[in-house]
C-alpha cells in the first residue's frame, strides 16, 4: 500500500507541470485562468494527510489550513492556494525527511525513462512558450539597465530553480554533459537566484562537498560571482561596487540608493511590510498576521504594485504571523535534524530570503533534491 502511495505521488509530482502547461494554452486561447495544477495539489495534499492520518502534526495543519483559508479579507478559494502551497511544503519536509528515504523511493529505478521523458518535455514546453511570449523587460528608472526575463508557461525563476534541480538528478544519473548544458540555461532566463543555485549545485556535485561549513562559503562565493556576472552583462560598475560593500549595505534603508540597486527594490517592500507589522498588528495579527496574500494587497496600496514580499520569511510572517512563520521554520529544521542534507536545507534558505521557495511549488523542488539524493545513495552503494 505505501509503496503504491508512493509511486502514486510521483506521478503526481511529474504532472503538475503539465497541468500548468495547460492552464497557459487556456489563458492564451481563452483569457481564462483556470487553476489544474491546483486541483492536483489538493490531491497530493490529502494523500499527505492519509499517510500521516495518526499524527499530530497532521491535526494541527488541518487546523492551520481551515483557519487560514477563512481568515483574512480575501476570499476563502483565494486563501486556500496559498495554504495548500505552504503545507504541502511542509509536509514534503516531513516525508522526505525519513531516515527511510532510500527504501520509500527504491520504485524510481525503473521510472528512468519516464524521468528523462519529463525533462525533456518540460525543457522544450518552456522553450516553446517563451519563444511566443518572447523577451520582457523589467526594471527601474533608477536602474541602468533593466534585466531581460524570458517567461514561458512557468516565469524564470521557477524554471530556473526546477532546472537546478533536474540538473542534479541528470548528473546522478550519470548524465552529467547534458546536466551541464541544462542548467546553463539558468544564465538565459535572466535570474541571479537562479545562477547562484546552479554554480553551487554544480560545483558542490564536482568536488563532492558535504560539510556545512564548506556549503556556506561556496553559497557567498556563489552570490558574489552572480553579481559580478550581472555587473558584466549590465555594464553598470556600481554593481561591482555594492558587491565589494556588501556586508556595509544597509538593505533595511529606505534611503539607500545601493541597497534599493543590489536588492532591486525589495529593501524597499521589506521595511514598508516588517513596519507595518511589527508598529500597526494587533496582538492577534502580531501572532497570525493579517491573512494570506495580504502582503500583495498591501504593497498594491503602498507601491501600487501587487506583489509577495519576494520574501518567504518576511511573507509568512506578514501574512500568518509569528504562528505561520515559526511552524515553517520548525518544519526546514525538522527535516535538517532528520535527514542531515545541508544542502537541501540551504537551497531553501537561499531562495526563500533571496526571492522565494513554497511559492513556486517547494513541494516539487524538494521532490526532485530527493530523487537526485536517492540515485547518489544508489551508485554509492554499488560502489561498496
Known sequence: MQTNLNK??????????????????????????????????????IIFYYIYRFRFETYLLVVILFFYTFYGDEPALTNIQYMVDYELTIFALIYYGSSEIHFKLNFLDSEKIKIYIYIFLF???????????????????????????YNGFIIAHAYAY????????????????????????????????????ASF???????????IKHMLLLFIGGFLLTILFFAYFDKYIENIINMFSFFTLDIFSMDSEKAFMFTSGRNIIWVLALG????????????????TFSSMSFNELMINN??????????????????????????????LKKSRMYFIVLFIFFAGFSNGFFVYDG??????????????????????
Open 8 to 45: 502514486v505521488l510521483f506521478n503526481l509530482v511529474l504532472s503538475i507541470l503539465f497541468f500548468k502547461l495547460l492552464e497557459y494554452f487556456v489563458k492564451i486561447q481563452y483569457d481564462q485562468i483556470i487553476g489544474f495544477s491546483n486541483y492536483v495539489k489538493v490531491v497530493i495534499l
Open 123 to 149: 525543457v522544450v514546453f518552456y522553450a516553446v512558450t517563451a519563444y511566443i511570449n518572447g523577451p520582457e523587460l523589467r526594471g527601474d528608472e533608477r536602474i541602468a539597465e533593466p534585466r531581460i526575463y
Open 162 to 197: 526546477l532546472i537546478v534541480t533536474m540538473s542534479l538528478l541528470l548528473i546522478r544519473l550519470k548524465n552529467t554533459k547534458l546536466g551541464v548544458i541544462l542548467v546553463l540555461s539558468t544564465a538565459i532566463v535572466g535570474t541571479r537566484t537562479g545562477i547562484v543555485l
Open 201 to 211: 549545485a554544480m560545483i558542490r556535485d564536482i568536488f563532492r562537498i558535504n560539510k
Open 276 to 291: 507595518h507589522y511589527f508598529n500597526e498588528s494587533s496582538f492577534f495579527q502580531y501572532l497570525f498576521g493579517f491573512g
Open 306 to 335: 501587487k506583489i509577495w514580499l519576494h520574501n518567504d520569511f518576511f511573507d509568512i510572517l506578514f501574512n500568518m504571523g509569528a504562528f505561520g512563520l515559526f511552524y515553517y521554520i520548525y518544519g526546514i529544521f525538522r527535516f
Open 363 to 384: 513541494f516539487v523542488l524538494i521532490s526532485f533534491l530527493m530523487y537526485a539524493e536517492y540515485f547518489r545513495i544508489s551508485n554509492l552503494r554499488k560502489k561498496i
